[in-house]
């Protein structure tokens, strides 16, 4: 769980106060308990870190997890309601203690993920699938290459004329290839889809939809998302954000 640097009770350089750790870890035992987990609790610096240990044997781990989470933020909140901006990200289930630290790193990942993405409801690293990958790519260039290679075309052919085909192949894919829940999602009419489905073909090529070459694109849109979802500012000049979706070609 990852609180923000303004919560209650904090010491400049010194974390949070003795006093407010251990209200927050009792609310922790008495919640996560009631969902049937037993909750170890630590800190390090703005983050308090949970080690739950599964005591019912039902197969709802996660819903349970999910829950406890969530009602254990409103109970938190309710005592100090100035806290804000706190975000939890879970790691694999592991069988021993030697595998949590991997399960830590698998948190963080998570929590990283939901920060570039600006998206709080990827809490489980198991749930992230091809942002796994992407979130662990170092070096941006490669990314970016990827993507130019990919899905260029697409996106400097919107950066020009204003299109909407970014949106749309992503629609497409999203869909499966149908073009009937296409048109549906982008409130267009099945025409303006044919024609940008050319369009997109010429540019990509007619075996964009292989699934070889197909796997690669949905991958480079992910990673597109995640280099620029709510960054705006830093978006690469030859990688510019597609419009919003229009009912004309």
Known sequence: MLLDNGGPQRHPGNGYSEFFLIRLSALARSTFDEHGYLVLTATEDDRVIFVCVNKRRDGNEKERLSKAME????????????????????????????DLHASYQMAETALRVQERLKDDSKHFYEDLHVYRLVSQIGQIQVLESFIQDYIGPVLEYDRQKKGDLYLTLKAFLD????????????????????????????????????????????????????????????????????????CHP
């Open 71 to 98: 009602r254990w933020v409103l109970r938190l909140r309710a005592e100090y309601p100035e806290l804000t901006g706190i975000k939890w990200g879970a790691g694999k289930k592991v069988l021993r203690e030697l």
């Open 175 to 246: 869909c499966k290839g149908s073009k009937q829940d296409t048109a549906s999602r982008l409130f267009i009419v099945r025409q303006t889809l044919y024609y940008r489905l050319e369009k997109i073909e010429a540019l990509l090529g007619g075996d964009f939809m292989e699934t070889e070459k197909r796997l690669a694109i949905e991958f480079a849109i992910r990673a597109h998302e995640y280099l620029t979802k709510g960054k705006a500012e830093e978006w690469p000049s030859d990688l510019s954000p597609p419009c919003e979706p229009h």
